[in-house]
């Protein structure tokens, strides 16, 4: 079984900084492409940033410049870098990593989601 344990979120006056990490444990073959979404109350779930298994990156347009995602194979972790925070980045962050594993002698592949952590973005 497969966990995401997310860590990092909190309280941050805009300006300010905040990293969010996600580790992954269970049976893990391999890690694929890892992002990062958020979901703020009313919204729908959106992606905030992506990165492939080849290191290629992608990040929704108001964060570009601001986030960056960065990855930990050894760790089974991906990281987000959040500075110059605003009101408008609140919202519940998840992790999705997608995660292969060794079934009846091939690989498949899962993408599973962390529990989610609270970013909130007040003076």
């Known amino acids: 079984q497969v966990q995401l344990v997310e860590s990092g979120g909190g309280l941050v006056q805009p300006g300010g900084s905040l990293r969010l990490s996600c580790a992954a444990s269970?049976?893990?073959?391999?890690?694929?492409?890892m992002a990062w979404y958020r979901q703020a109350p009313g919204n729908q779930r959106e992606l905030v940033a992506g990165?492939?298994?080849?290191?290629?990156?992608n990040y929704e347009e108001s964060v570009k410049g601001r986030f960056t995602i960065s990855r930990d194979y050894a760790k089974n972790t991906v990281n987000l870098q959040m500075s110059s925070l605003r009101a408008e980045d609140t919202a519940v962050y998840y992790c999705n990593i997608e995660i292969s594993y060794i079934a009846n002698g091939r690989r498949l592949s899962n993408a599973y989601w962390g529990q989610g952590t609270q970013v909130t973005v007040s003076s």
């Open positions: 990165i492939t298994s080849g290191g290629s990156t």
């Open positions: 269970g049976s893990i073959f391999g890690l694929n492409a």
